[in-house]
C-alpha cells in the first residue's frame, strides 16, 4: 500500500451535475497529480498541484478544476458533467515538482458514472 | 510529444511460462521509464523504474531494461504465476512534463 487515500470509492452522477473527489497524500508528499483513466485506457493527465498552486494541466477544459490544501491534501471538481467524464479517477502524490527521476504513488482511484 | 507504444493485449499465459510485454517510447531529452501495475480492481502501483541508458529495473522477478538504441523498455518475467495476473502500463517521464501512459496489457495467467 502506498498510503494515498482517496474518497469516495464508487460514485453515480448524472449529467450536468457536479462531483468532488478527494485525495490524501502520502506523508512527506507535497505534489498531487489527478489522472483520468477511461475504460480500457492508459491514465491521462488532468493536472498537478504543488505547495497548493497548480502546477501544470493536460488537455481538459476549465470545468475540470482542482485545490490542494496547506496538509498537501487535495479535491478534483468536474463541473457540468458529461457521459465522457465516466471513468476511473487516479491521483497520484510525490515530492517537489515533476522531476524524471521521482517515483508518483499512487492511490486506490474513484470510479465516477455518469448517467 | 511524449508517447509510449505498447504491445496489444490480452496476453494469455500457462503458469510458469516466459513473459514479455513490449514497450517503445518516444520522448524529447532523456526520459525515465516505468513500469506500473494495476490488479483488478485497484489503483497503480509501480513495479520497476530505470532513470538511464542501460540501466535495469527489476522487482518481484520482473525486469526492464532501458534501451536508447530502440527506444524499448521491455517488460520480461522468467515465470509466471496466476498472481501476475493484472494489466501493466509503461510509463515515461521527461523534464518538466508529467508521466504519459502506454494503453496497457492485460495479462491473465491460467493455472
Known amino acids: 500500500e502506498t498510503g494515498v487515500t482517496q474518497s469516495p470509492t464508487h460514485l453515480i452522477k448524472t449529467r450536468g451535475q457536479q462531483v468532488t473527489l478527494r485525495c490524501s497524500s502520502q506523508?512527506?508528499?507535497?505534489?498531487v497529480s489527478w489522472y483520468q483513466q477511461a475504460l480500457g485506457q492508459g491514465p491521462q493527465f488532468i493536472f498537478q498541484?504543488?505547495?497548493?498552486?497548480?502546477?501544470g494541466r493536460g488537455n481538459f477544459p476549465p470545468r475540470f478544476s482542482g485545490l490542494q490544501f496547506p496538509n498537501y491534501s487535495s479535491e478534483l471538481n468536474v463541473n457540468a458533467l458529461e457521459l465522457d467524464d465516466s471513468a476511473l479517477y487516479l491521483c497520484?502524490?510525490?515530492?517537489?515538482?515533476?522531476?524524471?527521476?521521482?517515483?508518483?504513488?499512487f492511490g486506490p482511484g474513484t470510479r465516477l458514472l455518469v448517467l | 510529444g511524449n508517447s509510449v507504444t505498447q504491445m496489444e493485449g490480452p496476453v494469455t499465459l500457462s503458469e510458469e511460462a516466459f513473459l514479455t510485454i513490449n514497450c517503445t517510447y518516444t520522448?524529447?531529452?532523456?526520459?525515465?521509464l516505468f513500469w506500473y501495475v494495476q490488479y483488478p480492481g485497484e489503483g497503480l502501483q509501480l513495479l520497476l523504474k530505470?532513470?538511464?541508458?542501460?540501466d535495469k529495473g527489476s522487482n518481484k522477478g520482473f525486469e526492464a531494461t532501458y534501451r536508447k538504441e530502440t527506444t524499448s523498455f521491455h517488460l520480461e518475467k522468467g515465470s509466471v504465476q496466476v498472481s501476475d495476473s493484472a494489466v501493466y502500463f509503461c510509463?515515461?517521464?521527461?523534464?518538466?512534463?508529467?508521466?504519459?501512459f502506454g494503453k496497457g496489457t492485460r495479462l491473465s495467467v491460467i493455472a
Open positions: 497520484a502524490t510525490g515530492t517537489s515538482g515533476r522531476r524524471p527521476q521521482e517515483t508518483q504513488y
Open positions: 506523508s512527506g508528499h507535497n505534489t
Open positions: 498541484y504543488y505547495r497548493e498552486e497548480e502546477n
Open positions: 520522448a524529447t531529452g532523456y526520459p525515465s
Open positions: 530505470a532513470t538511464k541508458a542501460d
Open positions: 510509463a515515461l517521464h521527461s523534464g518538466n512534463t508529467p508521466l504519459v
